[in-house]
C-alpha cells in the first residue's frame, strides 16, 4: 500500500526558508519521478517541482524557479522540498505526489509577518 506523508511545513516570516520531507512507503521509491504540489487557500492545485527517479533531473514552476530545490534520497525512501525567499503567496498546503497518482495528506506552509 503506498504511503506518502509529509512533514517539515511551518509558520515563517517572509524571506524564511523551510525544508519540506516526504516519507514513501509501499513502492519501489527509486523507480519513480516524484512531484510536489501545492494548493493556495481558495484556489486550485499549483504544481510545483517534479525530479526524475534518480534524482538527476529536476524541473519547476516559473513561480518558484531560483527559490525552491526539490531532492530525494533513495537510500532513504525521502523526498525534500528546500523552499527559500518566501514570500506571502507561497502559504499553501503542499502535497508529494507520485507519478502513478499517488499522494500524501500535505503539510502546511504559511508565510505571515
Known amino acids: 500500500q503506498v504511503q506518502l506523508v509529509e512533514s517539515g511545513g511551518g509558520l515563517v516570516q517572509p524571506g524564511g526558508s523551510l525544508r519540506l520531507s516526504c516519507a514513501a512507503s509501499?513502492?519501489?521509491?527509486?523507480?519513480?519521478?516524484m512531484s510536489w504540489v501545492r494548493q493556495a487557500p481558495g484556489k486550485g492545485l499549483e504544481w510545483v517541482s517534479e525530479?526524475?527517479?534518480?534524482?538527476?533531473?529536476?524541473y519547476y514552476a516559473d513561480s518558484v524557479k531560483g527559490r525552491f530545490t526539490a531532492s530525494r534520497d533513495n537510500a532513504k525512501d525521502t523526498l525534500y522540498l528546500q523552499i527559500n525567499s518566501l514570500e506571502p503567496e507561497d502559504t499553501a498546503l503542499c502535497y508529494c505526489a507520485t507519478s502513478q497518482g499517488s499522494w500524501g495528506q500535505g503539510t502546511q506552509v504559511t508565510i505571515t509577518s
Open positions: 509501499g513502492f519501489t521509491f527509486s523507480s519513480y519521478y
Open positions: 525530479i526524475n527517479s534518480g534524482g538527476g533531473s529536476t
